[in-house]
């Protein structure tokens, strides 16, 4: 069976975007746990805008967005080249 490497691409982009934008919230609400892990976050997508805010919870969306995107639609892809 093939993958759609689009609609998975799309698929893992909204997941690791949502993991994102929540670990932020949670972080911003000062949840237990969420504060170092947002600044790791930070250390990654910082230079680019993101930053432990209500802005930086879009922003780290976007941003993880797009990188979720580009690793999952590849691996769809790869997955589909090895398979058949």
């Known amino acids: ?12 982009g909204i997941t690791v975007g949502a993991c994102v934008a929540l670990t932020t919230v949670a972080a911003l609400l000062g949840v237990a746990g969420f ?10 997508y910082g230079p680019w805008g ?8 879009l922003v780290g969306f976007a941003y993880a967005f797009l ?8 691996l769809a892809w ?6 058949g």
């Open 1 to 12: 069976m093939r993958l759609n490497a689009m609609k998975f691409g799309l698929a893992g």
């Open 35 to 44: 504060p170092p892990l947002a600044a790791w976050i930070a250390t990654y």
């Open 50 to 57: 993101y930053s432990v805010t209500w802005l930086g919870v």
């Open 67 to 74: 990188d979720g995107f580009a690793l999952f639609g590849v």
């Open 78 to 83: 790869l997955y589909n080249r090895l398979v």
